[in-house]
């Protein structure tokens, strides 16, 4: 596991752009896993410059989003699907056909994730794996208690998730999905590689859990420790809470001299 720790949510954004953008250049048909909320924003809208700028091709890429509500229409303002088409999909080069999202109106649930889990398979797997934390420490919708093993499925939403969210929603609790389609973490344990973004200091206590807590279900997002390629891109409030943030901040500032293995 690696901690990246950076002075704002703009520079730590740019550098996980970077590793994606990394990833395009040398495998211009890379799989990435993608995650929403607002975290991964600046990400994006990073991706996008570097795309209309720098000629960053996504013409062979193919992407798996995490998640998505269960009830949502794919053109309805909160859904994942106009997210990412709002904030990625229509300002780059990716065909429509690449792109694969959680389906929150399918008529069977079991069988679309069923067939998720299948494509992801048959696409090679994930390549890089995007994701953000929540307060609770869950990963994706995978929340408090869910099996570390766990794979696509239907999954009920917490409460603290649902208040935390109705930011979305116009600070209505009330018309916050209470389930969600969400791929497990078995699922993203899978890819090969896979990046953490965090900010503000309402996650550093989760953060902590997650990287120097113990493996448990309770905190999903602490499975990643078991994963042997985990970059975490925090930003100075949302690193605050590590007890070890002065090794962190050492090996951060010993990397461009570390041997290269």
Avoid at 29 to 51: K, Q
Avoid at 158 to 169: G, L, S, V, Y
């Amino acid at each position: 596991m690696e901690v990246l720790i950076f002075p704002s949510y703009d520079e730590m954004s740019k550098a996980a752009a970077r590793v994606v953008a990394d990833l395009i250049n040398a495998k211009p048909n890379a799989v990435l896993g993608l995650a929403t909320g607002s975290t991964p924003i600046g990400l994006y809208r990073e991706l996008v410059r570097m795309h209309k700028e720098e000629g960053l091709d996504f013409s062979q890429v193919v992407t798996f989003n995490l998640d998505e509500y269960v009830g949502l229409p794919k053109d309805h303002p909160q859904s994942y699907h106009y997210f990412m088409h709002e904030h990625l999909f229509k300002h780059i080069n990716i065909p429509p056909q690449n792109i694969h999202i959680p389906a929150g109106t399918t008529s069977n649930y079991a069988a679309f994730c069923r067939w998720y889990e299948e494509r992801i398979k048959q696409c090679g797997g994930i390549d890089l794996q995007i994701l953000g934390i929540g307060a609770d420490g869950h990963i994706a919708f995978n929340e408090p208690g869910s099996s570390l093993g766990s794979r696509t499925r239907i999954k009920t939403l917490a409460r603290q998730t649902i208040e935390d969210n109705a930011r979305f929603f116009g600070g209505r609790v009330e018309d916050v999905p209470i389930y969600a389609i969400t791929m497990g973490v078995g699922t993203i344990l899978e890819a090969r590689k896979i990046i953490l973004l965090a900010n503000g200091r309402n996650k550093a206590k989760a953060v902590a859990a997650a990287i120097e807590g113990p493996v448990t279900s309770m905190i999903t997002a602490s499975a990643l420790q078991l994963h042997p390629d985990v970059t975490f891109f925090l930003d100075e409030e949302a690193a605050s809470e590590l007890k070890m943030i002065d090794y962190f901040r050492w090996v951060q500032s010993n990397k461009p001299k570390a041997p290269k293995t």
